[in-house]
């Protein structure tokens, strides 16, 4: 187990602390009026987090059956060329979802008044960290790339598991952090929170783009590291 996989999934993990799920619903349930109910909040953290934990326990294990089903097809130039391109195409895409593109935040603002209402229950907190975890299959490029890390990484399945819920964890720990800041210092963490909310509000529709320029960059440099792109390119300028 190297630094380098470690440094990784923790910077992986780190991105994926700011998706909807694990940052922006967090911070609403945290401005909710009145005293905040810690069990709340763990309750819907805590479904999250197993959320995360079983699916990349299912990738990986279907994972690791396909790549044995394939052999070394996934090594072959054509393939590797073909990660190359659509490395670069998640990333110029990415700029289509920039931050001076005028999004639409009324889907964004409804789930912060629901998630901030006052009689929401602990079964509809847990249902609604369940659809936020569904909602982000499809963008949870991060996680995935933490995944695909780990399929190539001859970790045996005991350590799998520790760094899958070690990623899980990362994952939520800026949430559980702000958590521990509101209930020692309410006075202190609020007006960082209003100012987190201000910030979700207005950039919640460009997310995606700096997902896809990160997972593009990762896929791209992959192919380019196993292609040998970067010594040709020593060669050719010396």
Known sequence: MSAGLLLSLAGLALVDSTSIGTLFIPVWLLLAPGPVSVRRILTYLGTITAFYFVVGLLLFAGGSRLADALGGALDNRPVLWAQLVLGVALFLLSFRYGGKRKTRTGGVLRWRDRATAGDASARWLVGLALFAALAEVATMLPYLGAVGLLATSGVGAAGVVGLLAGYCLVMVLPAVLLLAARVARPGRIEPLLARLNDWITRTSGSTLGWVLAIAGFLL?????????????????GS
């Not at 791209?220 to 050719?236: G, Q």
């Open 220 to 236: 791209a440099r992959d192919a380019a590291t196993r292609l040998d792109l970067f010594d040709a390119l020593d060669r050719w």
